[in-house]
């Protein structure tokens, strides 16, 4: 099985399990470390809209709880619409994570459908090398 067969059918498996009873819009997403382990997550509404959580913040919350803290790959399956991508928010938390030439993998509900560098979603990021940790 490819990265990219691993990547997808956790983000599937993940968003069949979303919580979304008010948009009805359900996405999964995975993420592969730098040691080959794969997290995944989707997203969890809530009735009070703003206090819901991302599929790909799920998944980094279930990475960092493994203990691992490097991305390679992430995937993203949204609706039956097309491919759908991070938010801006996402973006920014899944750069505090990437490794140098991390990728995001975007699919439909049936197949693969681009790829592209997280530094191309979110150029010239804000990140931990920006904060002066001497202090």
């Known amino acids: ?23 009805r819009f359900k996405v999964g997403a995975a993420l592969m470390t730098a040691s080959g382990a794969v997290f995944a997550g989707c997203n969890v509404e809530n009735a009070a809209y703003p206090n819901g959580i991302c599929a790909e913040s799920a998944a980094i919350a279930a990475m960092t709880i493994a203990g691992e803290r490097r991305i390679t790959d992430i995937a993203v399956v949204g609706g039956d619409a097309g491919p759908v991508t991070p938010c801006g928010a996402c973006r920014q938390r899944l750069s505090e994570f990437a490794e140098p030439g991390a990728r995001v993998h975007f ?29």
């Open 1 to 23: 099985m490819t990265t990219l067969e691993r990547l997808f059918d956790a983000a599937r498996a993940a968003q069949a399990n979303a919580y979304a009873p008010y948009s």
């Open 107 to 135: 699919a439909d509900q049936s197949h693969f459908v681009e790829s592209l560098l997280l530094s191309d979603l979110l150029p010239r990021a804000f990140g931990p090398r920006d904060l002066d940790t001497n202090g």
